[in-house]
Each structure stands twice: as structure tokens, then as C-alpha cells.
């Protein structure tokens, strides 16, 4: 079955951490490039993080410094570490897996985690 499913969402003070996991099956992990996404109420879904199959990595410009993207190709799984987490953090978090372009594959997402930074 192919699917991503996330993990490790939820509520969390200002200037505390979460560790978002995507386990993603049915894909062969290791050559797509993966990213989280995220969306806020009334806004758009929007890039927090990518990694690609050779591991190269960018970030927003409002998490570089506090989010750490990385995966474990050995077992299928995306992480996103996040600390000094902010009120404006605040979102649905998204997995996404993005094959080769030369391949004849769609993009995947997960169901979505919600995290809410809040005191």
C-alpha cells in the first residue's frame, strides 16, 4: 500500500520542541525527495522543509536556525525536528514525497499532524 503517514503532532508551549516521523511504504524511499509542509488556518500550504535523495536540504526562511529536516533511508521514515518553537508555528504539518522527474509516478502526501505552539 502506498501511503505516508505522520506522527507526532501536538500541543506544545513557546520555546518548547516537537519531532515530527513520516513512515511512508509502498515507495522506493530512498530516491524521492522528501519535504513537510505546512498549513495555518486561512493561509496557504507552504514549504517548511526538504531533503533529497542525496540529502541536500533548504528550509524556510522562518525556521532556518530551529528546524532540523533529516531521514532514515534504512527504514522508510522522514523526521523534522523542531525547536524554539513559536506561536506562529502553528499549523497542519504535512508529509510530501516527490519522485524523479523521470519517472511517471504522482507526488504523495500524508494525512497531516497538527501542532499547536500555545501557552
Known amino acids: 500500500q502506498v501511503q505516508l503517514v505522520e506522527s507526532g503532532g501536538g500541543l506544545v508551549q513557546p520555546g518548547g520542541a516537537l519531532r515530527l516521523s513520516c513512515a511512508a511504504s509502498?515507495?522506493?524511499?530512498?530516491?524521492?525527495?522528501m519535504g513537510w509542509y505546512r498549513q495555518a488556518p486561512g493561509k496557504q500550504r507552504e514549504l517548511v522543509a526538504a531533503?533529497?535523495?542525496?540529502?541536500?536540504?533548504n528550509y524556510a526562511d522562518s525556521v532556518k536556525g530551529r528546524f532540523t529536516i533529516s531521514r532514515d533511508n534504512a527504514n522508510d521514515l522522514l523526521y523534522l525536528q523542531m525547536n524554539s518553537l513559536k506561536p506562529e508555528d502553528t499549523a497542519v504539518y504535512y508529509c510530501?514525497?516527490?519522485?524523479?522527474?523521470?519517472?511517471?509516478?504522482?507526488?504523495?502526501w500524508g494525512q497531516g499532524t497538527q501542532v499547536t505552539v500555545s501557552s
Open positions: 510530501n514525497a516527490n519522485p524523479p522527474s523521470t519517472w511517471s509516478r504522482a507526488e504523495l
Open positions: 509502498g515507495i522506493v524511499f530512498s530516491r524521492y525527495t
Open positions: 531533503i533529497t535523495s542525496g540529502r541536500n536540504t
